[in-house]
């Protein structure tokens, strides 16, 4: 039988309401989730490509995403994002979402304007939606936004893509919440080489908690001169499912109080965001359980290269420091500031002591 078996049959148990309601796993790219039975158990699928291969053209109800950030070694995989107990799949405005009683996972994508007034709009619209949408229905609680942004690094019309994006979710968060730091939810944001902004994100029916790095400055801190309106977002969500804790690291750079480090050396940068991760998983940590294995905790691994060439010197980074059964993909994307040559996000699976 073969590992993925193994794990969607578990998926299928409908009477094990210990089950965390949203499991990720690593399937070979190639295989077909929406064919036959397992298909109302997906959540969502990620795929790293642009557009999907002939043999993928099949109808789907689930969230299919393709973004089109490059796998830098194979086995090529997709992200499969399963349920425990099957999903209703709904479609709002411009969002296509899958629930189940706990979670719900969700998917927009817009043609990104030319002009800066333009796409922060779309961006502030795109964000409004969401905040909406997850009110409405009841998952009222961001926990991961991952974000996939055209032209990251570009100058339009005299200011960075990156920072209009800030500003606009800025505007859109202010607007929707009473308070901000507490709702903030762990994310992403890297460059995308399509003409499409994605946005794919997980809410909640219960508050998670959002916690920050003690080597970097809070991103809703940083000071003015990375942008007129701070990035919001939080270092990392941990939610309580039954006897598992989950825990999402934000997209994390080598970054320590607010400035970059290491410029030219993706070696170093690399080194830099481990150190910094496993402080956060120590934070983290301490204040749910006692012991913790570090950065042996991390269960998925996502890399982001700037440049391909740097993919030799950061895995063997990786595989010194990552002990314990993660698995890592290495994607090929731009990062928000030029001088970084890294960035890695993870998803760890803590257990709750007996
Ligand atoms: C940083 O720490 C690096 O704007 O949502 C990482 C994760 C980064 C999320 C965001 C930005 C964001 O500032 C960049």
């Not at 499991?23 to 642009?50: H, K, N, T, W």
């Not at 480090?261 to 204040?287: F, K, M, T």
């Amino acid at each position: 039988m073969t590992s993925k078996a193994n794990k969607v049959n578990s998926a299928n148990d409908e009477q094990d309401t210990d089950q965390v309601p949203l499991r990720l796993i690593y399937a070979p790219a190639a295989d077909l989730f929406a064919a036959g039975q397992y298909g109302r158990y997906v959540l969502g699928e990620i795929r790293f490509e642009s557009t999907p291969t002939a043999a993928h053209r099949e109808d789907v109800d689930y969230p299919l995403i393709c973004v089109p950030i490059p796998q830098l070694r194979k086995p090529l995989v997709k992200e499969v994002w399963l349920s425990p107990t099957s999903v209703e799949y709904r479609q709002f405005a411009d969002i296509r979402f899958g629930t189940n009683d706990q979670v719900l996972f969700g998917y927009t994508r817009v043609a990104l304007a030319d002009t800066g007034a333009a796409l922060e709009k779309q961006i502030r619209h795109r964000y409004d939606a969401i905040l909406e949408l997850l009110g409405s229905r009841g998952y009222a609680h961001l926990i991961r936004v991952w974000n996939y942004l055209p032209r990251i690094g570009d100058d339009i019309e005299g200011m960075e893509c990156y920072r209009r994006f800030c500003r606009a979710r800025h505007d859109a968060f202010e607007a929707f919440y009473e308070e901000l730091i507490p709702n903030l939810p762990a994310t992403s944001v890297l460059g995308s080489s399509g003409p499409d902004l994605q946005m794919v994100f997980v809410a909640g029916r219960s508050p998670p908690c959002h916690y920050e790095n003690p080597r970097q400055v809070s991103a809703y801190h940083y000071p003015q001169k990375y942008g007129p309106k701070s990035p919001l977002f939080a270092r990392a969500t941990l939610v309580q499912w039954h006897q598992e804790q989950a825990v999402f690291i934000s997209g994390t750079a080598s970054i320590v109080g607010h400035e970059s480090q290491h410029r030219g050396d993706a070696r170093a940068q690399a080194e830099e965001i481990l150190r910094n991760i496993e402080a956060l998983i120590y934070d983290v940590a301490n204040s749910n359980m006692p012991a913790v294995p570090g950065l042996g905790a991390i269960r998925h691994l996502r890399v982001y290269l700037r440049n391909p060439r740097d993919l030799g010197t950061v895995r063997q980074v990786v595989e010194r420091r990552l002990g314990g059964p993660a698995e890592v993909i290495y994607l090929h994307a731009s990062i928000c500031r030029q001088e970084l040559l890294v960035e890695m996000e993870a998803l760890l699976g803590l257990k709750k002591p007996a």
